[in-house]
Each structure stands twice: as C-alpha cells, then as structure tokens.
C-alpha cells in the first residue's frame, strides 16, 4: 500500500473531489483553477488509479460511476480533513496577494454592496480582484461549493455557515397619478381588486417568501398577479405607468421614485423585514483570504445599516 502511495500525486485528491461534486470538466477546472485539458488529463490520471471511469457520459453531462458513488463520503471527508490539518497554515497577505474572488449576490444585494465592496477590496487589497454573478443557474448549493461567499435573503435553505449581512423592509410602490392612492394609502380593499406584479425567485423553491405568509394572513392571498418577473429590479418598471402595485425592498423604491414617478403607498398590512447575509461552505471556513472578506463585508455592511433605508412612518 506505501508503495502505490507513492505513486500517487496527492493533487489528484483535489480534483478527484471537484470532479465527483461537478461532474463537469469546465467547473472542476473552475473550482481548482485548472483549465479543461488539465482536469481531462487529471481525470485520465484518476480513471487509470481505480480502474473504473468514475465519470459516465449520460446524455450532455455525465453520471457518477457506482464506484464513484461509494467514494464520494470518503473524498468529501479526506479533503475537510486536510483542509483542517492545513488551513491554518496558510496566510493571506491583502497588500500582496493578486487572488480573485468569487462571490455570488441576489440582484437587489449588488445594488447595495457591490460598489462598497470593490471599493474597499481595492483600496486594502490593490492586487486582488473581485468576479460577481447573480444567482440565477444553478442550484445554491451547488454554486456554494464553486463561490467564495453567496449573498442572499435568509429563509430560502441556504446551506452553508452562515453571517447576516444588512436588512431592509418591503413597501408598496404604485404610479403617482393611481387613482387607488389616496393621501398616500392603500386599504385592504384596494389591495384585493388591484392588478399586482410580483418577481419570482428560482432559489425560494417551494417556500412561501414571508410577503405571501402576510397576505396569507390579512385575507389576501386569492390577489391578481398580473406581471411576473425573474428580476427583483424589473419590478419598479413593470410597475411605472400602469394601476398595478408592486411590493420591492425600501432601499430599492427609493432610488427609482424620482426617475419612474413612482410613490410609496402606505397600506394596512405588517411590515415584511427582510434580511440579507452572507452564506459559505462549511470548507472555506478557514480559509484566511475568505475570512478577510467576510470581515471587509462587515465593515460594509456596518456602514449600509447606518443609513437610512427609508422615510419616516413608511410601511
């Protein structure tokens, strides 16, 4: 056995544990920062180890092999373990280094964190980079494992460790000239009859977001959606013009008030907060340059939540 250990590249750990979570050349080779022919080669290495391809073509993708299936616990759990022998002695140097990091957000959280946040990683850490990307695609677990960090609302089963990062309320927005506004209010009734706009979000799945718990509770849950997007952002212009009302983030309503003429309406349903935190996988928890980022995204978001999300007595 120390003989054939021997002959073993320990890298291909590495890459034997991308390829069995990705079962994808291109984003194992994403996920260990080596290209496509690299890990093709690393996993003709692997095929010839075990004897077996560990990879099935099926269909565009491929399938795990069942031996591959039986390994994938035992490689999960040798890679945590190296990463905990390891991790700790590693440094991450932000005057120095020249990493990029990957970090995923929801639409509405890159309005907010996204400039102060590459600001501050490029006045502490010139040499690094940061790459951004929404979350639509694929499944968040699933990114979890390819991302730095992913920011999101709570309560969509994030998995992860988890860190909250700022947090906002919903409001009302209706056109200025509705003819439902009513010294700046809804009433239930309004809310019933009139047309709404709604963005769906591929990562809430089955859950019931805590907007539709409230209209559940206040008798409103048979409302017309008339407009549905996959953007949080679109709502405001999908709103803009038209007798619809549409529920979006305090933070967001504001900066589109002026430019779609557009106003906050006042309505008799409970607040609906909303918290947006960060979420990693449970591997890069020691990771010192991801540690360095979470901190930087607390000094952010320690700055977001000292302004003001809203105007007095808005609900």
């Known amino acids: 056995m120390k003989e054939r250990l021997r002959e073993v590249d320990a890298n291909l750990l590495l890459s034997l544990h991308a390829l069995i979570e990705e079962r994808n050349l291109t984003h194992a080779g994403e996920?260990?920062?080596?290209?496509?022919?690299?890990?093709?080669?690393?996993?003709?290495?692997?095929?010839?180890?075990?004897?077996?391809?560990l990879l099935v073509r099926s269909g565009r993708g491929f399938d795990l092999s069942p031996l591959a299936q039986r390994l994938r616990p035992a490689?999960?759990?040798?890679?945590?373990?190296a990463e905990a022998l390891l991790g700790t002695q590693r440094e991450f140097d932000e005057a120095s280094s020249t990493r990029r990091f990957t970090v995923s957000m929801s639409e509405y959280a890159m309005t907010v964190l996204a400039e102060p946040l590459i600001r501050l990683v490029a006045e502490q850490a010139p040499g690094c980079s940061v790459a951004l990307d929404t979350l639509e695609g694929p499944h968040p677990g699933t990114r979890l494992m390819r991302r730095d960090l992913i920011i999101g609302p709570l309560g969509f089963a994030f998995p992860g460790q988890t860190q909250p990062v700022f947090t906002d309320h919903l409001v009302c927005i209706v056109s200025r000239d509705n003819p439902r506004l009513k010294d700046g209010?809804?009433?239930?009734?309004?809310?019933?009859?009139?047309a709404h706009a709604v963005a769906e979000f591929s990562a809430a799945g089955?859950?019931?977001?805590?907007?539709?718990?409230?209209?559940?509770?206040?008798g409103l849950a048979g409302r017309t959606?008339?407009?549905r997007v996959t953007s949080l952002?679109?709502?405001?212009?999908?709103?803009?013009?038209?007798?619809?009302?549409?529920?979006v983030p305090s933070r967001l309503a504001h900066r589109c008030l002026g430019f779609l003429d557009l106003a906050i309406a006042s309505t008799p349903?409970?607040?609906?907060?909303?918290?947006?935190?960060?979420?990693?996988?449970?591997?890069?928890?020691?990771?010192?340059?991801v540690?360095?980022?979470?901190?930087?995204l607390y000094d952010v978001a320690v700055a977001v939540e000292t302004e003001p999300a809203d105007q007095p007595g808005e609900r």
């Not at 607040?271 to 340059?289: F, L, M, Q, S, Y």
């Open 225 to 227: 959606v008339l407009v």
């Open 233 to 247: 952002l679109t709502l405001p212009y999908a709103v803009a013009g038209t007798e619809m009302c549409a529920f």
């Open 206 to 218: 089955e859950l019931k977001r805590p907007l539709e718990i409230i209209l559940e509770r206040s």
């Open 31 to 53: 996920r260990t920062t080596m290209s496509q022919s690299a890990m093709s080669s690393a996993l003709t290495r692997l095929r010839r180890h075990f004897g077996d391809e």
């Open 269 to 289: 349903l409970d607040t609906v907060r909303i918290t947006e935190a960060a979420h990693w996988h449970a591997g890069r928890e020691k990771d010192p340059g």
């Open 185 to 194: 209010e809804l009433s239930a009734a309004d809310l019933s009859v009139m």
């Open 75 to 81: 490689v999960a759990e040798a890679v945590e373990a």
């Open 291 to 296: 540690a360095w980022l979470r901190r930087l």
